[in-house]
């Protein structure tokens, strides 16, 4: 697949971004007969991100099959509490390193040269039930009784302040233990009312966030297959 054309100030960007990845060791140089795309994406602050496009690695990968949670069961255990805490763990997938014989294939190609990925690259298909995998694993003990888990998003609920005190500990404990780190700007804590997967949660109930229902109804009339994947995925979502 050809490169996508980028304009000065996304080279200048691209930059930037690849030298912090190469501080962080989250990437090195490689030579591997691997070699996806890559582009630049705008996030909801303005800022850009680092995309690899993995389809043609993701074609030819065996799929795991480890199970996402649905959503209506992890809001069923949220009723009856009253004091919640979320947490965001900080580019979560990066937390997670890839096997020696696999650094390779995460192989992607710049401007500035060929790299491959040490950690978990976001766009690998088997990235969301890997980490699921390894979250549920180490919040076992917890999950269904005081901590829900979906990918990198934590939410902790209490039915008291004093018990939260305690879950909040045992959480931040846990993620210590396995040097897991949180983004704090994205975290809330000791919170009566939390918006968590779509949902405002607090003691009064469960309800939609009125964010999301206004999205779906704000959405134009799709008028293409993909136009209709998008909206789909938006009102699953």
Same mark, same amino acid.
């Given at each position: 697949m050809?490169?996508?054309?980028?304009?000065?100030?996304e080279?200048? /960007?691209? #930059?930037?971004?690849?030298?912090?990845?190469?501080?962080? #060791?989250?990437?090195?140089? $490689?030579?591997?007969?691997?070699?996806?795309?890559?582009?630049?994406?705008?996030? /909801?602050?303005?800022?850009?991100?680092?995309?690899?496009?993995?389809?043609?690695?993701? #074609?030819v990968?065996?799929? $795991?099959?480890?199970?996402? !949670? %649905?959503?209506?069961? *992890?809001?069923?255990?949220?009723?009856?509490?009253?004091?919640?805490?979320?947490?965001?763990?900080?580019?979560?997938?990066?937390?997670i390193? &890839? #096997?020696?014989?696999?650094?390779?294939?995460?192989?992607?190609?710049?401007?500035?040269?060929?790299?491959?990925?040490?950690?978990? !690259?976001?766009?690998?298909?088997?990235?969301?039930?890997?980490?699921?995998?390894?979250?549920?694993?180490?919040?076992?003990?917890?999950?269904?009784?005081? &901590? &829900?888990?979906?990918?990198?998003?934590?939410?902790?609920?209490?039915k008291?302040?004093?018990?939260?005190?305690e879950?909040?500990?045992? &959480?931040?404990k846990?993620?210590r233990?396995?040097? *897991?780190?949180?983004?704090?700007?994205?975290?809330?804590?000791? *919170?009566?009312?939390?918006?968590? *997967?779509?949902?405002?949660?607090?003691?009064?109930?469960?309800a939609?966030?009125?964010? /999301?229902?206004?999205?779906?109804?704000?959405?134009?009339?799709?008028?293409?297959?993909?136009?209709? %994947? $998008?909206?789909?995925?938006?009102?699953?979502?």
């Amino acid at each position: 697949m050809a490169p996508y054309r980028m304009s000065a100030a996304e080279l200048e /960007k691209l #930059k930037v971004q690849l030298e912090e990845l190469l501080e962080k #060791k989250f990437i090195r140089p $490689n030579v591997s007969p691997w070699g996806a795309i890559m582009l630049l994406v705008k996030k /909801k602050d303005g800022s850009m991100r680092l995309c690899i496009d993995y389809r043609q690695l993701n #074609k030819v990968t065996i799929k $795991n099959k480890y199970p996402l !949670p %649905r959503i209506d069961d *992890l809001m069923d255990q949220l009723i009856g509490a009253c004091v919640f805490s979320k947490i965001d763990l900080r580019a979560g997938y990066h937390q997670i390193r &890839v #096997k020696a014989e696999d650094i390779p294939k995460t192989a992607f190609r710049t401007r500035y040269g060929h790299y491959e990925y040490s950690v978990m !690259p976001f766009g690998v298909t088997n990235a969301p039930g890997v980490f699921m995998k390894y979250m549920n694993r180490i919040f076992h003990s917890y999950l269904d009784r005081f &901590v &829900v888990v979906f990918i990198d998003d934590i939410l902790i609920y209490s039915k008291s302040e004093e018990e939260h005190a305690e879950h909040l500990r045992i &959480v931040l404990k846990t993620l210590r233990e396995k040097k *897991l780190y949180a983004k704090l700007s994205k975290c809330e804590f000791w *919170l009566k009312e939390v918006t968590f *997967l779509g949902h405002v949660i607090s003691s009064g109930g469960i309800a939609m966030d009125p964010a /999301k229902v206004e999205a779906v109804l704000e959405w134009g009339t799709p008028e293409s297959v993909t136009e209709i %994947r $998008n909206f789909l995925g938006l009102a699953g979502y």
